[in-house]
């Protein structure tokens, strides 16, 4: 039943904690952008069997879900959009960054779109300058986005958690007691030094998964840095499972 997919779920959990009591200049997502894209403003679910094929926005408002990923990838960036942006991104002058996008297609090559659910650590629109600024949250407010990811978390089972960028890191490392390497956040030269971006034997409730840390898409790398990324993805992410 509809009711029951997974983002109808979270949709449901959208409307009752993040429709106010933001932090100060933070918006709430009110109406939903054209697939495919990032959840909240989107369903986060690729219907695309190759990442060739994959054009954010391509598929407008969609009112049928795609199926959820079984045993997938759960991919994490920081938030959606600015509250500008996101308007450009409603109106169709911008189906997703560019960058992002590009730097997804090489990150997740070796795994199919229809594994993966895309979303992000912050839930809302800032009224910022750019889009990558810090995100203006608080500690209640941060604790209710952690509470949104257990849920995403449980609700798909994944096998792997991708955090594209520090701050979706942190936040996984505060509800995952395995990660305590990643806590304080030590850097990722020291993660990769102390061979920790990548942890296997996270838990979220009773869902065990492994977590991999990666710079986010849109941070400027060397083409080997972002191809390390790629293959750390690859080696947690292993074969696609047999059902």
Not at 71 to 92: D, E
Not at 131 to 160: A, G, V, Y
Not at 196 to 201: A, L
Request: hydrophobic share 40%; charged share 20%; with cysteine.
């Amino acid at each position: 039943m509809p009711g029951d997919h997974p983002v109808a779920v979270l949709r449901g959990l959208l409307g009752r904690d993040f429709g106010d009591g933001l932090p100060d200049g933070v918006f709430p997502v009110s109406e939903w952008c054209a697939d495919p894209q990032f959840f909240p403003g989107a369903t986060g679910l690729l219907s695309e069997t190759s990442w060739q094929d994959v054009s954010p926005g391509s598929a407008g408002v969609v009112e049928t879900f795609p199926p959820p990923p079984e045993h997938g990838l759960v991919v994490v960036g920081n938030y959606q959009a600015t509250v500008r942006s996101y308007h450009r991104i409603l109106a169709r002058d911008l189906g997703g960054f560019p960058t992002t996008w590009r730097a997804l297609r090489q990150l997740l090559a070796s795994v199919s779109p229809q594994e993966v659910f895309l979303t992000n650590a912050f839930v809302g629109l800032p009224d910022r300058a750019g889009d990558t600024e810090p995100f203006p949250t608080t500690p209640s407010f941060t604790r209710r986005c952690e509470h949104l990811l257990r849920t995403q978390i449980e609700l798909f089972s994944p096998r792997l958690v991708v955090c594209l960028g520090v701050p979706a890191a942190k936040m996984l490392a505060a509800i995952t007691p395995a990660l305590d390497s990643w806590r304080p956040w030590p850097g990722y030269a020291a993660l990769d030094q102390r061979a920790v971006s990548g942890v296997g034997g996270c838990m979220v409730a009773d869902v065990t998964f492994e977590a991999v840390a990666v710079r986010h898409p849109s941070a400027v790398l060397s083409r080997v840095q972002r191809q390390r990324d790629a293959e750390l993805i690859a080696g947690a992410a292993g074969p696609r499972p047999q059902h």
